[in-house]
């Protein structure tokens, strides 16, 4: 009896740890990243002054002098747009560090801003606080200005520095590693030891997500357009690829992979403007809201979460131009999805893995929005939609995952009813909301 016991007990645990490796599934920080959707990307330093991209790491720190920088300003507006969160450029790749480090001789410290007293970092995660944001950095690991960039010692500098974030600004919702590996002052590239930056991030900041082009918790989508792939899995598979260079293609980051062994799901970067830094000549090049409508559906309404660089001017503030763009973003969210024609919830699979959701009268539809319970894995691999008036089909799509969340738009169509059929899975899935939407005829996905 004892023997059967066990015998069955460890088929069991067989079972069970083959079925979990099968379905690599969210940690409770990766939910709650998803649940972020949108949040923003700040851009600010030396390059804002000198107008570049890169900096080259020598340029005097007195270069950095904004005349009316007010954090409170960026976060305000922030909130306004409807962001979650903020994530700033801590330093970038010309090593200026925007809060007085003790690892760096770059720093806003060294500038005549506000007598050398100024911390850009102290004062974001200040107003962060008081918006009722998240607030995350970018650390660049590539600094063109680091005396030891180049040695193995750097490692050492990068870790201290990660570490000095982390205890006096922290917890962070998100940790960004730039992939960017070039050449430091000694013209030598740095080998870094990722291996270290995450073991130190583990231990220091567990409920930290960290960005990087392979994760360990969220990867790039593969291109600095904000947009994510048709088809987007959360998995990915990281076994033999490096950050930066010896990276996936572009395309596995886009689309992740049907079978990854890791949930490393995709983070949407883009700017509102061209560049990453703000520069004058591109003030009439911000995105317009309908433009910026379009990256949510192609970013959020994939799956994936929609990261908005919005670069603050040389006076230190969010430009006009930025800010009239974002709150008109924010109202066309709001106009278009606060009220739906219709919204079904569900709680597991119906027999037949088609999902019905009735319209009480025939009603114009161009937008149905499907979300999947991905807390117990990715599964849907395809499925169509048929919106129907009594009875006939109107109008049919087929389309492959459906992740956290899907928005599908298209020409409007009248109807009584949404089918909703799972045509493969990776195994048992299970939706938990349908919803239908009439949006702005303009704003229908490009
Ligand atoms: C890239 C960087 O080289 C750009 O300057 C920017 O920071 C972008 C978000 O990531 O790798």
Known sequence: MKKALFVILSLLVVYCSQAQKKLPLPTKQQLAWHDMEFYWFIHFGPNTFTDKEWGHGDEPEDIFNPTELDCRQWARIAKQSGAKGIILTAKHHDGFCLFPSKNSTHTVRESKWMNGKGDVVGALQKACKEYGLKFGVYLSPWDRNHPKYGTPEYNDVYINTMTELITKYGPFFEFWWDGANGEGPNGKKQVYDFHRFEKTMRKLAPN?????????????????????????????????????????????????????????????????????????EEDEKVKTPEQLFDLYLKSVGRGSTLLLNVPPDRRGLINEHDSASLIEFRKLREQNFSKSIVTKSFTGLPQTNVYIVKIAKPLTVNCVVVKEAIQSGQKVKSFTVRLKKSGEIVKEIEATTVGRKRILSFPAVEADAIEFTVTDAKSKPSLTEISAYKIDDDLIEK
């Open 208 to 280: 930290t997500v960290v960005f990087s082009d392979i994760g360990p918790d969220i990867r790039w989508v593969g291109n600095e357009n904000g947009i994510a792939g048709k088809t987007n899995w959360n998995y990915l598979d990281t076994a033999g690829f490096t950050r930066g260079a010896g990276g996936p293609s572009q395309d596995s980051l886009n689309q992740g992979n049907i079978n990854g062994k890791n949930w490393i799901p995709a983070e949407c970067d883009v700017s509102i403007r061209p560049g990453w830094f703000y520069h004058k």
